[in-house]
């Protein structure tokens, strides 16, 4: 199959499969499509009635009661760090695997009826069993959960082109997986198991990835309408993104039959890889998985020991201070080094190390950086009170800010606290 007729079946002939809809291909798309919003109604329902509940869970764990206004926002953390274009694609995958795990015998019958109705000269049904085609589902679990856990840790660091890369990737990772989610039915039902799917995928991208593409588009622009709303919560977003897309998989369940007509005589063709490589590709897979998931866990970790210093105690000496300043000409005239040291006698009451690596402020007025401070790390083990000695050294460039008239005006300062190395936790104590 070329990359003519891969562009051809996925853009064209897949869509107008449509017309071949029956009686009784219409009345399974009916039933997949009344018991998929049964079943995301319901797991909406129950995160909708109870997402206060898991919120205060969650901050509960993390913070004090009197810092849950502040915390709010270190509890959004793992989610405010990804662009909005990863989390809706995240939102999307999750709503098709979630539809693949508890709709997959549904959607079994649908694409076989529908495979009856438009007459497709496929060969022998050879449908595995119920428990092997549930089997076969997690393994694409398993799939989105490492291609997801790598997709976060990436769009975790604040760089331009770990932005880019992560929303490139997902992007792409929708798209696949939409394909293979929708064409593999036909394939399975003729005796195809997912690892010889996947080997003709890989040779031929461009067709489960098109496909996946014209089905999604629609959804993904919806999520940039309600991802604009700022009043709706994460949940209520998905929530809306799930039931739509539930719309966009009925319909295309049959397209995707069709497709899977046109790649049955290759697969036929192509030898299963050998039963070796199949367990080391599942068996790389699973190892990357629990790496990425450690880190995620050690970064949660380290998100904890800072939360602690929400809670600690402290008592600023003053009679410790000292600094050193630049000259005035210095400061107007470009950028200028000062530094001032202060000892905090520190109190950590909790039942946690306190850890703060390396970290730095940010000053800033009208998205122009006046000056970059940089804060000295430390350790404080739980239940000791222990004197520190606080180095500040900024880097300031007050040529950058404002005419007179508007010094007062729109200034900023963040503190971007290192969790991780190269990850930072930006968090706001001075907005405009």
Same mark, same amino acid.
């Given at each position: 199959?070329?990359?003519?007729?891969?562009?051809?079946? /996925?853009?064209? &002939?897949?869509? @107008?499969? #449509?017309?071949? *809809?029956?009686?009784? !291909? %219409?009345?399974?798309?009916?039933? $997949?499509?009344?018991?998929?919003?049964?079943?995301?109604?319901?797991?909406?329902?129950?995160?909708?009635?109870?997402?206060?509940?898991?919120?205060?869970?969650?901050?509960?764990?993390?913070?004090?009661?009197?810092?849950?206004?502040?915390?709010?926002?270190?509890?959004?953390?793992?989610?405010?760090?990804?662009?909005?274009?990863?989390?809706?694609?995240?939102?999307?995958?999750?709503?098709?695997?979630?539809?693949?795990?508890?709709?997959?015998?549904?959607?079994?019958?649908?694409?076989?009826?529908?495979?009856?109705?438009?007459?497709?000269?496929?060969?022998?049904?050879?449908?595995?069993?119920?428990?092997?085609? /549930?089997?076969? &589902?997690?393994? @694409?679990? #398993?799939?989105? *959960?490492?291609?997801? !856990? %790598?997709?976060?840790?990436?769009? $975790?660091?604040?760089?331009?082109?770990?932005?880019?890369?992560?929303?490139?990737?997902?992007?792409?990772?929708?798209?696949?997986?939409?394909?293979?989610?929708?064409?593999?039915?036909?394939?399975?039902?003729?005796?195809?198991?997912?690892?010889?799917?996947?080997?003709?995928?890989?040779?031929?991208?461009?067709?489960?990835?098109?496909?996946?593409?014209?089905?999604?588009?629609?959804?993904?622009?919806?999520?940039?309408?309600?991802?604009?709303?700022e009043e709706l919560t994460l949940i209520e977003v998905a929530s809306i993104l799930f039931l739509t897309n539930i719309i966009f998989l009925t319909i295309a369940i049959p397209c995707g039959t069709l497709i899977a007509s046109r790649l049955l005589p290759i697969i036929l063709q192509t030898?299963?890889?050998?039963?070796?490589?199949?367990?080391?590709?599942?068996?790389?897979?699973?190892?990357?998985?629990?790496?990425?998931?450690?880190?995620?866990?050690?970064?949660?970790?380290?998100?904890?020991?800072?939360?602690?210093?929400?809670?600690?105690?402290?008592?600023?000496?003053?009679?410790?201070?000292?600094?050193?300043?630049?000259?005035?000409?210095?400061?107007?005239?470009?950028?200028?080094?000062?530094?001032?040291?202060?000892?905090?006698?520190?109190?950590?009451?909790?039942?946690?190390?306190?850890?703060?690596?390396?970290?730095?402020?940010?000053?800033?007025?009208?998205?122009?950086?006046?000056?970059?401070?940089?804060?000295?790390?430390?350790?404080?083990?739980?239940?000791?009170?222990?004197?520190?000695?606080?180095?500040?050294?900024?880097?300031?460039?007050?040529?950058?800010?404002?005419?007179?008239?508007?010094?007062?005006?729109?200034?900023?300062?963040?503190?971007?606290?290192?969790?991780?190395?190269?990850?930072?936790?930006?968090?706001?104590?001075?907005?405009?």
């Amino acid at each position: 199959m070329t990359l003519i007729q891969q562009l051809k079946t /996925a853009i064209i &002939e897949a869509p @107008l499969s #449509l017309i071949k *809809l029956r009686h009784a !291909s %219409l009345k399974w798309m009916g039933i $997949y499509s009344l018991s998929g919003i049964i079943i995301f109604s319901l797991f909406i329902w129950l995160m909708l009635s109870n997402q206060e509940f898991i919120k205060n869970a969650f901050l509960d764990y993390f913070f004090p009661q009197s810092w849950h206004e502040i915390s709010e926002t270190l509890a959004d953390f793992l989610f405010e760090s990804q662009t909005k274009t990863v989390v809706g694609n995240m939102i999307l995958a999750g709503s098709l695997v979630m539809a693949s795990i508890f709709l997959f015998p549904i959607k079994e019958k649908y694409s076989a009826e529908f495979e009856k109705d438009a007459k497709y000269q496929n060969g022998k049904v050879e449908e595995f069993s119920l428990i092997y085609q /549930a089997w076969e &589902e997690s393994k @694409l679990f #398993l799939v989105y *959960l490492t291609a997801q !856990s %790598l997709i976060l840790w990436i769009g $975790y660091y604040p760089y331009q082109w770990t932005t880019w890369l992560s929303i490139g990737l997902s992007y792409l990772f929708l798209f696949f997986t939409f394909g293979l989610d929708l064409i593999s039915p036909t394939l399975q039902r003729h005796r195809t198991d997912y690892s010889v799917i996947l080997k003709v995928f890989f040779k031929k991208p461009i067709l489960p990835v098109m496909f996946g593409l014209i089905f999604s588009i629609p959804v993904i622009l919806l999520s940039k309408l309600v991802f604009s709303y700022e009043e709706l919560t994460l949940i209520e977003v998905a929530s809306i993104l799930f039931l739509t897309n539930i719309i966009f998989l009925t319909i295309a369940i049959p397209c995707g039959t069709l497709i899977a007509s046109r790649l049955l005589p290759i697969i036929l063709q192509t030898l299963p890889p050998k039963r070796k490589s199949v367990i080391w590709g599942y068996s790389i897979m699973s190892a990357t998985l629990v790496f990425f998931l450690t880190l995620h866990t050690q970064l949660i970790v380290s998100l904890h020991h800072k939360s602690q210093l929400l809670k600690a105690e402290y008592d600023i000496d003053w009679s410790s201070m000292d600094f050193k300043l630049p000259s005035f000409s210095q400061l107007t005239n470009g950028k200028a080094l000062s530094n001032i040291s202060f000892d905090i006698v520190i109190n950590n009451p909790t039942e946690f190390d306190i850890i703060i690596e390396d970290s730095q402020i940010f000053v800033e007025q009208k998205d122009a950086t006046i000056a970059v401070i940089d804060l000295n790390g430390f350790e404080l083990p739980t239940g000791e009170n222990r004197r520190i000695t606080i180095n500040l050294d900024s880097n300031s460039d007050l040529s950058k800010v404002s005419k007179f008239t508007e010094l007062l005006d729109d200034w900023r300062v963040d503190i971007h606290l290192q969790v991780w190395p190269g990850i930072p936790f930006v968090f706001n104590i001075v907005e405009p």
